[in-house]
Each structure stands twice: as C-alpha cells, then as structure tokens.
T-cell receptor
C-alpha cells in the first residue's frame, strides 16, 4: 500500500508567490524526506525531518511535520521559475524497516 | 551532479533483445537501489543491495535481473521485455549498512529512459 501521498497533484503559481505542498502517510516513521525532480531527470534530496522534529528550514524551504496527523508540508517561499519541478515526499516504515516509499508527487509550475 | 552515473541515458530495444543498464556511484556508499518510474505512477522500488547483498526484491518479473559485483556498481540486465516496461529507470545509492539503509537519504542518478518496441 502506498505510504506517502502528496496534495495537490498539480500547482501553478506566479513567480514571487509561495507554494505549499502537503504529504500524508500511514505508518509510524523515523523520518520524512522531500525530493525534487526536474522533468525526466533523477530525484534530488531537499530536506529530511526526523520524527521528533516539528519544523525545519533550508534556504527558501520550510518543512513541517505533524506525527499525530501523519502529515507534512513543504513550503517554498518567493518561488522562482527554476523551482518548476515535481516534488515528492518519502517516508520509511519504522516497524517494517523497509526502504523509503515515495508518493506520486506534486507537479509545481512557476510562471514568470 | 550527485555522484551517481547511469548509462546509457536512452535505450530503445525490441522485445527479443537483451540489454543491460549500468549504474556507478562515486560516493563510497554501501547501499544501491533500482527504481522504475512510469508516467502517473509512484516511484516503484525494484531492488535494494546493501553491502553487495540483495536485501529487498519487490516482486519484480524475472525478465529484470540485477547484479551488484561490488558496492560501487549495479547492473540491471533486461531480456524479453514488454512494451509496458517502457519507463525511466533510476538508480540511487545511500550510505547505509544492512541495519540502517531504510531511513537513508538517497542520491539518484539521472536515469535511463527505456523504450520497448
């Protein structure tokens, strides 16, 4: 069964606006990660937040984690056209101990 | 540049062909992964190797055969594929050991775009 599911599936914004993507998951986790993928390329790791953390920042990225709701959000502030990409959350299953499971992703389009 | 390379970048093959995808990581990692990415589907984990031992195999058809000769190299051997196997095949690596690879940050290669005719 799918672990992480991103919402919305697609998001279109103007440069300078903020973009918020959400991720929900099903099991207990050790950490949650966000990745970015430019069209037809490999995924690039953006940020990792551990289960005992509630918020984390990296440059223009802000990630929150609510383990009680089994959800996370990724906020990109002051978006740029270069932020156009697909964004994926990935979670481990703390009990099963298997590899990361990726969601279907949110496709972000930033127009100038 | 993530330190993970994949060759070839594009591959077109017939259903009766045999080909291999190659992945090499220059990061000193212990775990390597093969994923399949099809349009409008989540990333599908195919195989995981940790310290050159296969530790996860997610019900992948036998027409896909992985090989991990050492911790820096990973191959995916392909034979008698079907058109539905057309996809982007991604390789990734992570630092982990057998007990710890599941939570690792993964470093991805650029992928091989495979088309099966």
């Amino acid at each position: 069964s799918q672990q992480g599911e991103e919402d919305p599936q697609a998001l279109s914004i103007q440069e300078g606006e903020n973009a918020t993507m959400n991720c929900s998951y099903k099991t207990s986790i050790n950490n949650l990660q966000w990745y970015r993928q430019n069209s037809g390329r490999g995924l690039v790791h953006l940020i990792l937040i551990r289960s005992n953390e509630r918020e984390k920042h990296s440059g223009r990225l802000r990630v929150t984690l609510d383990t009680s709701k089994k959800s996370s959000s990724l906020l990109i502030t002051a978006s740029r056209a270069a932020d156009t990409a697909s964004y994926f959350c990935a979670t481990d299953d703390a009990q099963a101990g298997t590899a990361l499971i990726f969601g279907k992703g949110t496709t972000l389009s930033v127009s100038s | 540049e993530t330190g993970v390379t994949q060759t070839p970048r594009h591959l077109v093959m017939g259903m009766t062909n045999k080909k291999s995808l190659k992945c090499e990581q220059h990061l000193g990692h212990n775990a390597m992964y093969w994923y399949k990415q099809s349009a409008k589907k989540p990333l599908e984990l195919m195989f995981v190797y940790s310290l050159e031992e296969r530790v996860e195999n997610n019900s992948v058809p036998s027409r896909f055969s992985p090989e991990c000769p050492n911790s820096s190299h990973l191959f995916l051997h392909l034979h008698t594929l079907q058109p539905e196997d057309s996809a982007l095949y991604l390789c990734a690596s992570s630092p982990g050991t057998r007990s710890g690879w599941g939570t690792d940050t993964q470093y991805f290669g650029p992928g091989t775009r495979l088309t099966v005719l």
